[in-house]
Structure formats: structure tokens, C-alpha cells
């Protein structure tokens, strides 16, 4: 593949529970530190939830926080830490030729509870309803709010795509630079989910919403004891280049994304599908032309619950068997699950892996269950490895959506 088909990370922008930045969000992975911690919202009362703490006036006013929305703010945030990150004259962008792609799981939740809430408050007198909810509430706001404070006019639009999201926002500025609509690309996930009562309401309905003593033992994946997902909020946004381009401008590639896919289970709205699962994985494999012994670390998308953690130990035991040389870690036990942002921040914990070769653990599994069983699964402590050339990054989402993006440590 020539070097304008092939496509690198240069810059990476998020906000995670625990870190504002890669080398914060870094760290608090290596050394166990969870960003989960207690947390009470109207009508559902207390409970446990990832929440992110950054400076959101660093690249925003005050008026324009108030105008738009919380997903937005991330967004902005992620965007100008991933553009400053990749260390491009930003004065010199063709801002027209930048595209903005951003994965979602549902937008608009937060901002019509929060209009619903307030009306209640005036016998519901609609015209207290604010006049900016139809902009806050369009499915296209988090990266439209982006091309606002930028002044980016290229493309942009939000991917929904449930969990999966943040790897098909990454998918989506691969293909776009491939087919030459954009020259640059800020794609990955978002989420602000936990500003809403009802996503905690519809997890605990469904005996899916994690309890715990200590909240940062809430997110347990693959323990025995696991019951269920921490809500985060989060969000991630790389800066992708053609291979040419970042090598013409003398930019840090952080590695290169070799292969993805994505597909359907067609089965059922929340419970996966391992055999899907594990098709997803093999088509990224053979998009990147890689054997299975070839991936060095495997990120899960394990969110603690029962069924869902042990079904993709399940769909990678079918596809990489007990392979000696691939490792397997989950970043969910240290944030807990950002929804549409937690594809591109488990995929962004990882990349410093192809420099320090050192993968991240998995916390909170203290008894290990049986199902979710395999070997290689780094738990507790960080596992010092030879080297690391591929990551695989799987992310899977409700209505049977999956998604897999393979990376690879950037060699000339």
C-alpha cells in the first residue's frame, strides 16, 4: 500500500475519569489508580459513575459552554489537545480539507431531561422551553460544535453506533482520508452519559448497573463476583493523517492503523453474539493481512456483566486460541464504560505500549472466573513484554453492533 492509502495517528486529545491527558491517563492505568467514584443524580439517587474533571475554559467561553452541550465541551476539549499534540501549524490548515468524525452512543438525552425538568418548574409552560435545545439536541452537535470553535467548514458528522462507536468514528476518518475528501481528520468517540437518569434507571431495570461497597471496585470484568457496567463520561479524539503527509511535516506517528471491521449479530438487542464477535476480529485480520499469533495485545471490550465478558473470551478463544505470544487487558476496570468515547480511550491507553512495552492491567478481577478464563490475561500488575508490534481494539455495542481496529507500532 502506497503511503497516501496508509493511515497514522499523529495527536491524541481525551479526557478520561482519571486523566485529562495521555501521559495522565498513562500513569493512573499503570499504577491501578480508578477514576470511578461516587455519585447521585436526580430522581435515580446514589450510585457510582465515571466523571471526568478537565478544564473546560481552556479552549471555550463561558457563554458558548452555556449555549451548547456537555458532549460538545469534550469534544472541544479533545480536539484542540489532539491538534496541539500533533504539533501541526494549525495557522497554516487548509480548513476546508479537515474533517471531524465522532462516534456516539445517543445524543440529546441529557438536554431534553434537563428542558423537561425545567418546564415542570412552570406548570409546563412551553415557552420556557429553551430556544437552543433544537442545536443541542441534532445528532450532529458534538462535532459540529467542534467545526465551530475550530473553523473547520470540511465535513462533519456523528456516528451512532452504541458502544462500538469510538472505533467507527476512528474507521470513518480512515476511509475519509483514503477517498481524498479530507486531507486531515479528528475521529474518535464521545459521551456525556452520565447526565442522564435514564440511562441508570434502564441499566438497573435490566439487573445490568454495577453495585459495590467501594465504587472503585464497581467495574469488576472477569471476576466471578462481576454484576454489571459503571457509567462514564469521556471522551477521545485522534488526529489522523495519509502516512505521506505526517512524514512530510516531520510529525510523531504513534502508530498506524493496519485494519478494521465492522458487522451486525442480527440476533438480539442486548445479548452478543460470539460467533459475530469473533467474524468481526478475523475480517479486521484479514483487511490487515495478519495471522491471529500475530497481535501482541488484545484490548476487550468486557463490561462486567455476566453474560458479556465470558461470550468475548468465548469469540477470542475461537479466533486466536490459547495463543503463547497475544497478551489481553481491559481498561473498563480502571473507568468504567464511556459508552461511545471507550473504544478510543481503551485503544489510547494502549498505544504507549508500542514505546515502554509495557501493558496496562486489569483491575478488580480477584477471583477470576472460570468462563472468562485464557491465557495471557494481564491482571493486577502491568506486564513488561519484549515487544509489541499490533494492538487489537474491540469494541461491541446493543442492537448487535461490533467493531475491531487494528494498530501497528510505525516502522518506515
Excluded at 73 to 87: Q, T, V
Excluded at 117 to 132: L, R, V
Excluded at 286 to 303: G, R, W, Y
Aim: aromatic share 8%; glycine share 10%; net charge negative.
Amino acid at each position: 500500500m502506497d503511503s497516501t492509502q496508509r493511515i497514522v495517528i499523529t495527536g491524541v486529545g481525551l479526557t478520561a475519569p482519571n486523566g485529562n491527558n495521555l501521559s495522565e491517563y498513562r500513569s493512573a492505568l499503570l499504577n491501578g489508580k480508578s477514576g470511578v467514584s461516587d455519585y447521585e443524580i436526580r430522581y435515580f439517587g446514589k450510585t457510582f459513575a465515571g466523571i471526568c474533571d478537565f478544564e473546560a475554559t481552556r479552549y471555550q467561553k463561558r457563554k458558548d459552554l452555556r449555549r451548547g452541550t456537555r458532549a460538545g465541551s469534550i469534544c472541544i476539549y479533545c480536539a484542540n489537545e489532539a491538534i496541539l499534540d500533533s504539533g501541526i501549524d494549525w495557522a497554516t490548515v487548509d480548513t476546508s480539507q479537515v474533517g471531524v468524525f465522532v462516534g456516539i452512543t445517543e445524543h440529546g438525552n441529557v438536554e431534553t431531561e434537563n428542558e423537561i425538568y425545567n418546564i415542570k418548574q412552570f406548570d409546563y409552560d412551553c415557552s420556557t422551553w429553551s430556544h437552543f435545545h433544537n442545536p443541542r439536541t441534532v445528532a450532529n452537535n458534538p462535532a459540529g460544535e467542534v467545526t465551530l470553535n475550530l473553523g473547520i467548514t470540511g465535513p462533519h458528522y456523528c456516528v451512532g453506533a452504541a458502544c462500538a462507536a469510538g472505533n467507527a468514528g476512528i474507521i470513518q476518518g480512515v476511509q475519509q482520508l483514503r477517498l481524498g475528501e479530507v486531507d486531515f481528520a479528528l475521529a474518535g468517540g464521545v459521551s456525556e452519559t452520565i447526565h442522564t437518569f435514564g440511562i441508570f434507571a434502564a441499566f438497573a431495570s435490566e439487573n445490568a448497573l454495577a453495585t459495590h461497597d467501594d465504587p472503585t471496585k464497581a467495574s469488576r470484568p472477569f471476576d466471578k463476583k462481576r454484576n454489571g457496567i459503571v457509567i462514564s463520561e469521556g471522551g477521545c479524539l485522534f488526529t489522523l493523517e495519509r502516512l505521506s503527509d505526517a512524514k512530510r511535516r516531520g510529525a510523531k506517528i504513534y502508530g498506524e492503523i493496519v485494519g478494521h471491521a465492522m458487522n451486525s449479530d442480527a440476533t438480539d438487542f442486548v445479548l452478543p453474539n460470539p460467533d459475530r464477535q469473533a467474524e468481526c476480529m478475523a475480517k479486521a485480520l484479514k483487511k490487515a493481512n495478519l495471522e491471529p499469533e500475530q497481535i501482541d495485545l488484545i484490548s476487550t471490550h468486557a463490561t462486567a456483566t455476566p453474560m458479556g465478558d465470558s461470550q468475548e473470551i468465548y469469540a477470542i478463544r475461537k479466533i486466536f486460541g490459547n495463543s503463547k505470544k497475544t497478551y489481553i487487558n481491559n481498561t473498563k476496570s480502571l473507568i468504567g464504560h464511556a459508552m461511545g468515547a471507550i473504544g478510543v480511550l481503551e485503544l489510547a491507553g494502549n498505544l504507549p505500549t508500542f514505546e515502554d512495552n509495557v501493558i496496562h492491567p486489569t483491575i478488580n478481577c480477584d477471583d477470576l472466573d472460570p468462563e472468562c478464563e485464557i491465557d495471557n490475561l494481564v491482571i493486577g500488575t502491568p506486564q513488561t513484554v519484549d515487544r509489541v508490534e499490533y494492538i487489537l481494539n474491540n469494541s461491541f455495542g446493543m442492537v448487535g453492533i461490533n467493531s475491531t481496529v487494528i494498530v501497528k507500532r510505525y516502522a518506515e
